[in-house]
């Protein structure tokens, strides 16, 4: 340092002038002769000089002709509008700048189909200070004229490849935006790797753009290979007997290879509760086995065990409900076989309950479960308070994409100075179908329930009863949600009365997930106009308007319709809004609601978490 300061001062001493050193992300001007600028730009010089070593003020760029989201994606190519205002620049760097300008501009609008703009530059130097007038007209867009993409062997017979091509743009007539182009490619080319063409290439992949006419012609050529086939599935660490889990497998041997069949696999996995971590991977195409017209690909499934013992806590509130204390403890399996465990136990301040449940794996065919519960409960339903002790064996089955629970009951209930004993089947069946599990904006469910009890099955009571519930979610747009939810259900009994059907099987409306604006269990018919019995039919609707204001904040209108009735349906309604919260651990609904069938009514606060399917 001191050796350089030395030299200067000698060489300031001679008369003679420093030389400046170059500036690492300088660049030379063009040689004499040469222009930075071609017939489609022009610049308004400001006519200014200026030395070289002072530092000048940049006061940014003014910019019209560019619509905002091209102008946000030119504004990170282009290395003058990167400059931050109020930055200093030196000014041979502003006039590298200036020059770079319009040729990185250009590059910059050719991926949004632009490819002939016409650029004027207007610079201006105020003192210390420099800036810029940018105007640009983007010119007529370049449009695909012509559009060939042909996939060359096996997938060219393919009916998901041939709908992959048909849909790849952009297509004739509509503007070559690179982005669009490269994303098309990537869907097929994923649509290939997705159905198991493992060894696709591309042998041309080229687009030409004839700037004079504004059109360009696309041409993608891709060779497919062979289609792999499924081959021999391998399990790793699983810590039940060998035949436990390859039921679960979606596919045979030599099966044409698809993805979705693998993240079945993964799925179906991931819901038995065996596992931390389920990996499910097809083995390097390259380790492909031999032996049939295609090659085959294995299969490795990757397994690590769960804790075996889970014991859970939890706390609960709801305004139907009232407080509860939840207390659990889950035997994740007991031995090789996958035998399963579990006990709970609620203490609320409406409701209590205890439940254990022994379950055992039945994969071999429709795959679930059986199961063997006891449950005891102690609730109010309306004005009359129930006990309830039950047995039950059940099949858990899925059958095309449906939960199946098909079971005998034996069911023993108190209520009203009272006890009956009911022996009867069940069949539920329920499917949910969402592009979301906690905030879907499509989606639907429905759950459809039957039962029925006969004196020659040993039961005190005889009844017949169905129920059936169903939710739709439709998003309207990106903020807005429309729900329709809707309940209906009925008991029969040969006297026509179901005075001796115990309180947990009749029916009642009013409360959260009801009517709101009435009470829980409020609706219905009473006896002696005062004490609510319960009825032998349901139907409510409602309908819902659910608006975002934030990612996570919003609000909601209602109209709630229904009530439980004998033979003369006369239904209620409340309104209402509500405040809708995406919380970290799910959806959490505040609503304000008023039943209009008396003036004098005043307004019920009902709280609700969980998904709304």
């Not at 979705?260 to 996995?269: A, E, H, N």
């Not at 859970?312 to 889950?330: E, P, Q």
């Not at 039945?362 to 102690?378: K, L, Q």
Request: proline fraction near 6%; charge should be neutral; charged fraction near 25%.
């Amino acid at each position: 340092m001191l050796r350089n300061i030395l030299i200067t001062c000698l060489v300031l001493a001679s008369g003679c002038t420093p030389l400046r050193a170059q500036n690492s992300d300088a660049t030379p001007a063009p040689p004499t002769g040469s222009s930075p600028n071609d017939s489609s730009t022009s610049v308004a010089q400001d006519g200014a000089g200026s030395s070289e070593w002072e530092l000048l003020r940049f006061d940014g760029v003014e910019v019209d002709g560019l619509d905002e989201a091209i102008f946000a994606s030119v504004r990170r190519r282009v290395s003058l509008l990167r400059l931050k205002r109020g930055t200093g620049i030196q000014p041979a760097r502003w006039q590298y700048l200036l020059r770079r300008l319009p040729v990185e501009l250009r590059t910059s609008l050719e991926p949004f189909g632009y490819y002939d703009p016409q650029i004027r530059l207007e610079p201006a130097r105020d003192d210390q200070a420099v800036s810029l007038g940018l105007h640009v007209e983007v010119g007529k867009p370049t449009r695909v004229r012509q559009h060939r993409v042909r996939v060359q062997g096996p997938a060219q017979k393919d009916a998901a490849i041939a709908a992959r091509i048909k849909a790849f743009a952009p297509r004739p007539g509509e503007v070559l935006r690179h982005a669009v182009y490269e994303e098309s490619k990537r869907e097929l080319r994923r649509a290939l790797h997705d159905l198991g063409y493992f060894d696709a290439e591309e042998v041309e992949a080229k687009v030409e753009v004839t700037r004079a006419l504004a059109a360009a012609d696309i041409d993608l050529h891709i060779r497919s290979g062979p289609r792999y086939r499924f081959g021999t599935v391998q399990w790793h660490g699983s810590p039940f007997r060998a035949d436990l889990l390859p039921p679960l497998v979606p596919f045979d041997a030599d099966d044409r290879y698809r993805l979705d069949r693998i993240l079945s696999l993964q799925k179906r996995l991931v819901d038995l509760d065996y596992f931390s971590r389920v990996s499910v991977q097809p083995r390097d195409p390259e380790a492909a086995e031999t032996g049939g017209d295609d090659p085959a690909i294995g299969i490795d499934v990757e397994l690590e065990p769960a804790k075996r013992h889970v014991y859970r806590t939890g706390a609960s509130y709801g305004t139907d409900t009232g407080f509860a204390v939840k207390l659990g403890y889950d035997r994740r399996w007991l031995n090789a076989a996958g035998h399963k465990f579990s006990s709970d136990l609620l203490l609320g301040e409406n409701r209590s309950a205890a439940k254990l449940a022994y379950r055992i794996p039945a994969f071999e065919r429709y795959r679930g479960w059986w199961s063997a519960t006891v449950s005891a409960r102690e609730e109010p339903f309306a004005d009359l308070r129930s006990d309830v002790l039950e047995v039950a064996v059940q099949r858990e089955a899925n059958w095309r994409g449906n939960q199946l629970t098909a079971g005998l009951h034996l069911h023993r209930e108190r209520f009203d100075g009272q006890g009956d004993t009911l022996i009867f089947p069940q069949l539920t069946i329920s499917r949910t179908v969402a592009n979301d599990p906690l905030y879907p904006t499509r989606g639907f469910s429905w759950t459809l329930m039957t039962r029925g009890s006969a004196s020659a099955l040993g039961a005190d009571v005889e009844f017949a009863q169905w129920q059936a519930d169903a939710a739709l979610i439709r998003g309207i747009s990106d903020v807005d949600r429309i729900l329709l939810r809707g309940t209906a259900g009925s008991i029969e009994t040969p006297s026509g009365s179901i005075e001796r059907i115990p309180p947990s099987f009749r029916f009642y409306a009013g409360g959260d997930r009801s009517v709101r604006g009435y009470g829980y269990q409020e609706l219905g018919p009473r006896f002696e106009g005062d004490i609510r019995t319960g009825a032998e039919r349901l139907l409510v609707g409602s309908v819902e308007w659910e608006h975002m204001f934030t990612p996570t904040w919003g609000g909601a209108l209602f109209v709630d319709a229904g009530n439980a009735f004998g033979s003369t349906f006369d239904p209620a309604v409340g309104v209402g809004l509500g405040v809708r919260w995406r919380s970290p651990v799910g959806p959490v609904r505040v609503d304000l609601a008023r039943g209009l069938d008396d003036p004098e009514r005043s307004f019920r606060l009902h709280l609700q978490l969980g998904p709304q399917l």
